[in-house]
């Protein structure tokens, strides 16, 4: 049986037979074949590696039964292999809260010890499963002075068969269920036994479980959770780059950034565009949900490049490779989405060509304006403060919906957003910020649209949502538009004022306004927090001399801003007796004070009163 799993995301298999003896007829097989368009079939039912697992979907394989008929596998698929073997993007998980684990191997005066207050974490994709790190929890180390960061996926999919995937735990070597045997444990109201003698454990140690494996989940484990975050990675570079991999960062997993930074060293290579290539397959190949919002691509560098030519055509120069990366910047899309790059230089000793400097700076941003010249490491952290307040902004996602009887084919439909009806007076040309597309009854979409005074990341066809609203008896058919992603011109989020509805058919050409449209109810708009992904590319080579240790910091400090310590991240103030008396504080929406905020949208606290505003 060959697996192949060049893609992490499209696995597939060879077709193959297993041959068994049927005592009646001799041998007989069975003839699979995964449905997918390298075997020859139409469907795409391809698997996907999750940590050591690949896992197939329900109807990946076709199964022919000589002599029989053809069936479809009925059930997912898994192929378990040993850690560390399967290349494996990383699964999102959501921290869910608090829940305890009582351990099954250690002692306590031989009673069982007080359970462990352990961080849950629950999969998006795939909902029954959970990740722990009992073994970090503070609970563990004060108890046996555990500190190994080992995570443990648990699998609760079926209630009546709760497993872990095998993991490898200090001394105590590798710890697996055996399942094969039937020894699963089992969940209800949200508590989990696993047998103490399901445990394998394979070391020179031979422990032996003393109890039952214990775990209860947190209050509201069922719920599907939600994610909105930063999806951060890490590409160090002076020789081959090594890479962080991209994870959605937490308090749970900020010290393993931290200690990425920190095991980085210098050396005499400058690998400044293979490395830069490198991080952008990191940001298109990783995993993201469906909300993400903004992907961006922060380059610290001394500006030179000494050995990327290594990695390429022989034909290749410097210019070529130049040419290149800004092509792969300009139309690299991420869940289609374009990289915001940004580039910080600060010039090494030994950089001499300033001219290749700047150019080497323009090529790694978007645009001239996000290429950023610095003189040391100061202005470094003070430019990366400032990119990340530009992006905080892109990390909210204003929504439009607007819902509408049915249109013919061919009409075109206009959303004004900032007038009203009397103030337009019938002639939507009046309106400055508006909406416009031609309808199609095909599939009841907008098709061509044009956003004027705005920008959307819902592209030029939406397609409406059907809306069946029951009243006085009857059914009202309505079909529902929602724009994504709504900012000004400037980037900024965008509100809306009143919102009307006209259109004109193709023949009279004249615009009619609909009077029956009613703007907050037939339209609205929502405010949520998206997902981002950044990508940090941060140069190690001899050049920063002394420099370096402080860019360990100042790396460091990003990692803060991105997950600061604490639930919400903000200083709790002194209550205050008579709020209108105290000091008005702003904060960024990762929980950073702001002396004198910018455009932007920040937590405005006054005393005990707090609010989310928008500063233009």
Known sequence: MYIHIEDCNKIWVEPFRYYYYDYLVGYKYYEIAQRCDENSYNS?????????????????????????????????????????ILKSLPEVFVPIGEGTWTDPFFENGGDIPEPWQVQFEKSIERPGYYRIRPYKSKDAVKFNGWSDPVAIILNAENPGKVYFE??????????????????????????????????????????????????????????????????????????EPQIRPIELISLENKASFKEFVNSQSKDDATYLYYSTDQAINALSNNKYPENLGSVALITFTDGNDDGSLEMVDPTWNDHTYQRYLAKRIKETKVQNIPINAFSIGLKGKDNTDLEMFKSNLQVLASSDDQAMEVNNMSEVEATIND????????????????????????????????????????????????????????????????????????????????????????VKVKYRFTFENLRDLEG???????????????????????????????????????????????????????????????????IDRLVP?????????????????????????????VANPGPGIYIRRQGRNVSKILIQ
């Open 44 to 84: 795409e039912y391809y698997g996907k590696t999750y940590g050591n697992t690949i896992e197939f979907p329900v109807g990946a394989f076709q199964v022919y039964n000589s002599g029989d008929l053809t069936k479809y596998s009925a059930k997912d698929h898994r192929i378990i292999f040993p850690p560390n």
């Open 166 to 239: 095998p993991f490898e735990l200090d001394k105590y070597g590798f710890i697996s269920q055996k399942v094969e045997t039937g020894m699963y444990g089992e969940l209800e109201d949200g508590k989990i036994i696993i047998p103490g003698q399901a445990l394998k454990i394979k070391t020179e140690y031979e422990p032996q479980a003393v109890r039952d494996l214990m775990i209860v989940l947190p209050d509201g484990y069922t719920d599907t959770p939600s994610v909105a975050g930063v999806f951060f990675g890490i590409t160090a570079f002076n020789y």
């Open 387 to 474: 990119i990340l307040d530009n992006l905080e902004r892109s990390w909210v996602n204003k929504k439009i919906m607007c819902s509408i009887n049915v249109r013919a084919t061919g009409d075109i439909i206009r959303f004004t957003l900032d007038k009203s009806p009397e103030e337009l007076n019938g002639d939507p040309d009046k309106s400055e910020l508006w909406i416009e597309g031609t309808f199609s009854r095909t599939d009841n979409s907008l098709n061509d649209i044009v956003y004027h005074g705005l920008t959307s990341t819902s592209g030029n066809k939406v397609v409406s949502e059907k809306i069946e609203i029951e009243e006085d008896g009857r």
């Open 492 to 558: 900024n989020v965008f509100e809306p004022g009143k919102i009307a509805f006209f259109h004109r058919t193709s023949s009279t050409g004249k615009w009619q306004p609909h009077s029956e449209f009613l703007d907050g109810e037939d339209s609205g708009t929502e405010t949520s927090r998206t997902s981002s992904a950044i990508m940090f590319v941060m140069d190690c080579s001899d050049s920063l001399g002394d420099d370096f240790p402080e860019l360990q910091r100042v790396v460091n400090s990003l």
């Open 565 to 593: 310590e604490g639930s919400s991240g903000i200083d709790t103030p002194e209550i205050l007796v008579d709020d209108s008396d105290a000091p008005v504080e702003y904060y960024n929406l990762q929980g950073i004070k």
